[in-house]
């Protein structure tokens, strides 16, 4: 089981970026699938989430009408469009991978998670 997080890298605020996240070794479409984050100096924290089907999202308040996560079943990928950056986003960026198929919001009910991929945003 492998994932690959790409896409990150430096932005003006106000600009855009679409993060990606690649999956290997399993049956993606039955996993619930998460991007979370870890601002320096700080815990980390979750960002958005999507159950199996697509059919389910959620968002954290802090990015909602912002950023959108998405699924694409068929490329075994996983994305964060993240639109309207904001210093505050930079962070590096993790997705991660629940067996449970559900759009979990809590870091510990995913076991499988990607190396991240840093997102700075300059004012």
């Known amino acids: 089981v492998q994932l690959q997080a790409s896409g990150g890298g430096l932005v003006q605020a106000g600009g855009s970026l679409r993060l990606s996240c690649t999956f290997s070794?399993?049956?993606?479409?039955?996993?619930?699938l998460g991007w979370f984050r870890q601002p320096p100096g700080k815990d980390r924290e979750f960002v958005a989430a999507?159950?199996?089907?697509?059919?389910?999202?959620q968002h954290a308040d802090s990015v909602k009408g912002r950023f959108t996560i998405s699924r694409d079943n068929d490329k075994s990928a996983v994305y964060l469009q993240m639109n309207n950056l904001k210093p505050e986003d930079t962070a590096v960026y993790y997705c991660?991978?629940?067996?449970?198929?559900?759009?979990?919001?809590?870091?510990?009910?995913?076991?499988?998670w990607g190396p991240g991929t840093q997102v700075t945003v300059s004012s």
């Open positions: 991660a991978a629940s067996r449970v198929g559900l759009a979990f919001t809590r870091a510990d009910e995913y076991k499988t």
């Open positions: 070794g399993f049956s993606f479409n039955m996993y619930g």
């Open positions: 999507i159950s199996w089907s697509g059919g389910s999202s």
